[in-house]
């Protein structure tokens, strides 16, 4: 075998490889969980040497932000659940309704806009979908359409703020414009998101909203460890804003915050840890790390440079098709490979093509809304997938597809076409 044959070999085996493992993370064949696929896939790029195991483990490195970030959530969430905080939450909503379902389904979609945009997509999917769950209960009606709030606006609303999504700080990286530069670019393209969001699911789960609202009696108060947990979340909400402001990673400030919380609460509580610690969704860290691994492997083939010299062509000649072009791209592949490979894959191509910054900021809408396309074509959901499947609910790849074909493309056309010049 020639030079040139063992190139084209190690190039088509590294993407068989990748392509196998996405597909294993969005269908689960034989219901084995995102993770193994993921994990497998990486592990085969090693086993075939077609990724040198000390090069795996740097790449796996790199996404000990996000794993930080993941496991402070995680804990504030597991915590909350145990001390009744969604639970207290979700009859509080459920008694605001008033007994109509569509003002039930209003305050969840504004309660979603406000948690993924001061505490991330993430804190969306693994804090607000418990609670929304336990409203549905509490109100008897049909949990899905309120469930699929959780899921689309933790995409749609997650580049108002920089915070709002790990995914942001990943693409635009060291070129991250100042707060202000920001608003003046996404404050018009988010709310072209949340709004054409909001009325795609209206219209679609209009039917499911016709019945009435089970009325609530009396609501028990909160107790001591639930105040602090709610405490606890809403300074963490501070915490992020800050580290964000100061230019800083969000992952090791989530992690301690979280920590803290769960700690002081249990000891408050005189609870063990071990209840927490257990229930918590241990598997998402591996299956980000395999998808920190496969990206390296995409890598490694050297088709990503020769992407890079390709945008940065086109940008020149055509910046602003550039922009339509590469923020659609990007959107649909989000869902064929998941946004936080893409992330990284568009973060690297389009640093590597020093493309102005207005290409970076369409990109950007399609990483993050993109995804809302397919079931595990973000973090956030397959998080949300997880919460679901935890409560007893099950939602199929094609069932979210269909309903995503409706949502998607609005939003994220009315976004491209809102999004303002950021300035150099």
């Known amino acids: 075998?020639?030079?040139?044959?063992?190139?084209?070999?190690?190039?088509?085996?590294?993407?068989?490889?990748?392509?196998?493992?996405?597909?294993?993370?969005?269908?689960?064949?034989?219901?084995?969980?995102?993770?193994?696929?993921?994990?497998?896939?990486?592990?085969?790029?090693?086993?075939?040497?077609?990724?040198?195991?000390?090069?795996?483990?740097?790449?796996?490195?790199?996404?000990?932000?996000?794993?930080?970030?993941?496991?402070?959530?995680?804990?504030?969430?597991?915590?909350?659940?145990?001390?009744?905080?969604?639970?207290?939450?979700?009859?509080?909503?459920?008694?605001?309704?008033?007994?109509?379902?569509?003002?039930?389904?209003?305050?969840?979609?504004?309660?979603?806009?406000?948690?993924t945009v001061l505490l991330s997509n993430d804190a969306t999917a693994v804090v607000l979908t418990p609670a929304v769950y336990a409203a549905t209960r509490a109100a008897k009606v049909e949990p899905l359409p309120y469930l699929f709030v959780c899921a689309f606006i933790a995409n749609a609303a997650s580049f108002v703020l920089p915070i709002s999504n790990p995914a942001n700080l990943v693409v635009f990286g060291k070129q991250m414009p100042p707060l202000l530069d920001w608003l003046h670019a996404f404050a018009l393209p988010s709310l072209a998101a949340i709004l054409a969001t909001y009325l795609a699911l209206r219209l679609t789960q209009r039917r499911a909203l016709d019945g009435p609202v089970a009325a609530i009696g009396t609501i028990a108060p909160l107790s001591r460890a639930g105040k602090l947990t709610a405490i606890g979340i809403l300074m963490t909400a501070v915490v992020l804003l800050t580290a964000s402001a100061m230019d800083r990673d969000l992952g090791l400030p989530t992690c301690i915050a979280g920590a803290a919380v769960t700690i002081l609460v249990l000891a408050v509580a005189r609870q063990s840890p071990w209840p927490v610690l257990r229930d918590v969704s241990w598997s998402v860290l591996p299956l980000v790390a395999g998808l920190?691994?496969?990206?390296?492997?995409?890598?490694?083939?050297?088709?990503?440079?020769?992407?890079?010299?390709?945008?940065?062509?086109?940008?020149?000649?055509?910046?602003?098709?550039?922009?339509?072009?590469?923020?659609?791209?990007?959107?649909?592949?989000?869902?064929?490979?998941?946004?936080?490979?893409?992330?990284?894959?568009?973060?690297?191509?389009?640093?590597?093509?020093?493309?102005?910054?207005?290409?970076?900021?369409?990109?950007?809408?399609?990483?993050?809304?993109?995804?809302?396309?397919?079931?595990?074509?973000?973090?956030?959901?397959?998080?949300?997938?997880?919460?679901?499947?935890?409560?007893?609910?099950?939602?199929?790849a094609i069932q979210f597809l269909r309903l995503g074909l409706f949502v998607m493309p609005p939003a994220l056309l009315l976004s491209l076409a809102a999004l303002a010049p950021v300035a150099p």
């Open 1 to 115: 075998m020639s030079e040139g044959d063992a190139f084209t070999w190690e190039v088509l085996t590294t993407w068989g490889i990748v392509a196998l493992a996405t597909f294993g993370v969005i269908a689960r064949p034989w219901n084995l969980p995102e993770f193994i696929w993921a994990v497998a896939g990486a592990a085969l790029l090693v086993a075939f040497n077609l990724l040198p195991w000390p090069v795996a483990l740097a790449a796996a490195g790199r996404g000990t932000d996000v794993y930080l970030f993941l496991i402070g959530m995680m804990l504030l969430a597991e915590a909350a659940r145990k001390e009744g905080l969604f639970d207290w939450l979700a009859a509080q909503a459920v008694r605001s309704s008033k007994g109509s379902a569509k003002r039930l389904f209003l305050i969840v979609y504004v309660v979603g806009i406000f948690v």
């Open 292 to 396: 920190f691994v496969l990206v390296e492997g995409l890598n490694q083939t050297g088709v990503l440079p020769a992407l890079a010299r390709t945008l940065k062509q086109v940008s020149i000649v055509a910046p602003q098709f550039t922009s339509w072009i590469a923020g659609s791209v990007v959107a649909v592949a989000s869902n064929l490979l998941n946004n936080l490979p893409m992330g990284l894959i568009a973060a690297t191509t389009s640093h590597a093509a020093q493309v102005a910054l207005h290409v970076t900021a369409a990109i950007l809408i399609g990483v993050d809304l993109g995804p809302n396309l397919s079931v595990t074509g973000s973090l956030a959901t397959i998080l949300w997938l997880i919460v679901l499947r935890r409560e007893g609910e099950h939602v199929g």
